[in-house]
């Protein structure tokens, strides 16, 4: 069963500017790690001090061989130093969510749809 790691951030608003770096170095580190990166959000409208990390595993047991690789990573490394020195994350939670099959990744408009689940 596919597992995705929903992290939300509160970030300092002043500092989106670094934390959007942050995510960018982690689009090379995380598929070298091993996790299927669906994205990072930044803010847009609304809340300016909450970001969002989606990274998928195909098992729990998955996840741990991706944070010990992660831990071994020379890139991870600086991506969590340039973190703490700069000080634009104030908190992060991880919740680990799995998708409902039937709703995952439905095709847009004008795409095909199996009718046989309507």
Known sequence: MKITCFIEYQIDP???HLFEQYAQNWGKVIPQSGG?????????????NTAYGLISF????????????LRQSQL?????SFAQSE???VSEKRTF???VPATYLLPTKG????????
């Open 58 to 69: 195909e098992s729990l047991a998955d996840y741990e061989v991706y944070r010990h690789t």
């Open 87 to 89: 000080q634009f994350i």
């Open 14 to 16: 002043h500092k989106v």
């Open 76 to 80: 991870g490394s600086r991506n969590f």
């Open 97 to 99: 969510l799995r998708a």
């Open 36 to 48: 299927e990166l669906l994205g990072y959000f930044l803010p847009h409208e609304g809340t300016n």
């Open 111 to 118: 795409e095909a749809v199996d009718s046989r689940h309507i």
